[in-house]
């Protein structure tokens, strides 16, 4: 084991103690990307660096049916930084078919973490579930049956949702 990943597992080490409520589970990230596909439910949380969180978010987003569903956060510093996990997507920029849901629930982590207003945070993730419940999809998750909405008429309705307090 490297001085680096020793350093890694001493500080959450540390850090867990303040949380003697978390279970902590350290994984190497070969058996946590088995992990993630055999049993995804048993994740709330996964901290790693940046390559591996690179890697596990790209099959976290598999699992959930789109990159663009996913919010992400890192925390821990001065100031957290929230992003939704894809990238820029170049190839679909102007075209209507990006998925906001990600950037709108890693604004719902913000709410929570950040400014400390869980019931705003859960606010917003209740009305993500309810429009997707209601059958409302982008093109990356569409399926038979459901509603094609734009990036613009998904963030739209997801707005409408928070403000009826869906």
Known sequence: ????????????????????DVLLDNLYVDN????????PKQFDVIVTNNLFGDILSDEGGVLAGSLGMLPSASVGGPAG?????????PDIAG?????PIGAIASAGMMLEYSFKLPELAA????????????????????SPGKSLLTTTQMGETICKAIEAGD
Request: hydrophobic share 40%.
């Open 81 to 89: 930084f929230y992003e939704p996990v894809h990238g820029s997507a």
């Open 123 to 142: 606010r917003v993730h209740r009305a993500i579930a309810a429009v997707i419940e209601k059958g409302y999809r982008t093109a990356d998750i569409v």
């Open 95 to 99: 075209t209507g078919k990006a998925n």
């Open 1 to 20: 084991m490297c001085s680096r990943h020793r350093y890694w597992r001493q500080t959450v080490a540390e850090v867990a103690k303040e949380f003697p």
């Open 32 to 39: 946590c990307a088995m992990q993630l596909i055999l049993r």
